[in-house]
């Protein structure tokens, strides 16, 4: 099976400098050694741990062989043209056209990845539990922060290739809980029941045993693992779920070590990951120029109508997307991560941090889980204008004016899909939540609720007869 085959082939040697006491984030060796003994003592078990971050990090090459992170490709673009926040300047077979089928090029970005954390979280697993020489403490933070990890991928495999809003529904993932072989290569779908139940039973695992802040924050700490519940369950969407999104939410916001950051432009054009806000993230090479290649030079995705419509009246418009001269002309731009000039275009290392939780969203699901349970308007209405605020908003006339669950659950999903803009997927995820009618209104080009769900890549049905392709595709 091409696929899973490719999921092991990926875990070729790679360093990557990430600091503290895992100096190199090397990805796990050949098959062979993956699956062998190569955890033996604490440093060996920090350099297989590290493997999984590098999938996390989606670590790899740019087109000229440049060891790079492309975090931006599979985290920022993909979901961003999805939500129709980004459209493909070149025009043409763009996922913004939303006229994707499971053959389309680059529909397997998500898959490829999500797999390859899964499996070198497995063999990891796998290959630390027998060995006794790791300090009883370390060893099970690790196996926290591999759990986490594979709690993060799974959830990222059903919210883009699972029918994530039906728990009826058998067609969840491919739930993989041992490392590769040709032994267990070509697996059924789970239900999606059965998926939730897998990725919240390692995160509840993970939990306790995750640190309060771990050595830097492009590893795993309790409460992202906290945040990625949250962002589970509200996609679950239960009443049960909306009540544990308040107290999941409740609890980051006032006893995580996070904060506000106090204007939100300083995170992306300053700060990067050294802000306070931000719980996870994906740091780059230090050598690495892709996304700022991507985005400012070449200008490959740029802001949609969708995108200069959420935007409009809004301070951060000014910032966020602008007209940038490059060498092929003036074009209008994502530059939400770009601080330089727009003129005289030159490379900023700022530009390319990858942002996967930050504590906003905690405030932004609050207040939508609120909403859900018929809770307190004026208490959801709170938590929106504190982000607002901090996006330097000071007219809050919309927000006021929302005097229905349903008017202000737009109000508050079009903030998530503002606020993250190409970013971790959250604008992609937010859009779906809102009733059919509503996503047809913001994106016309999803014509059939179907499209909602991408098709299981035809590089996976293809070799595996068990896979099921999802309706529509």
Known sequence: MRTTIHYIAILSLSGLAFGACRKQLNVLPTTQEVDGNIITDQKSAATALNGVYYQFACGGVDVNSVPSTLWYETNEEFPGQLSGMLNYTEGGGGFDEHAYNAKSYGIDIVWNNAYAIVNAANGFLKNIAPVTTIESSAKTQMIAEAKFLRAYANSQLLLYYGQFNDTT??????????????????????????????????????????????????????????????????????????????SLTQDIIANGPFSLDANVQNIFWTEGL??????LGAQPYPSQNVKWTSYIYHDDYGPSTLMQQLFNGDPRAAWCEQTVVNPYGAHPAVTKYYPGSINDILFTPVTENGYAFRLTEAYLLQAEAIVASNGSLAAAKTLLTTVLTKAGVTDFTAVNSANTPAALQLQIIEEEMRNFVSEAGQDWFALRRLPFATIQSLEPTITLPGLLILPIPYSETSENANAQQNPDY
Not at 274 to 279: K, L, Y
């Open 169 to 246: 529904s058998p067609l969840g993932i491919i739930l993989r809980t041992e490392f590769v072989t040709q032994d267990n290569i070509y697996l059924s779908r789970v239900s999606v029941a059965t998926t939730y139940d897998s990725i919240l039973a390692d995160l509840y695992n993970a939990i306790p045993n995750l640190p309060n802040l771990n050595t830097a924050n492009y590893y795993a700490n309790v409460w992202a693992a906290k945040l990625l519940e949250a962002r589970v369950l509200i996609n679950r969407g239960g009443t049960a779920d909306y009540a544990q999104v308040i």
């Open 274 to 279: 050294a802000s306070n806000e931000v719980i």
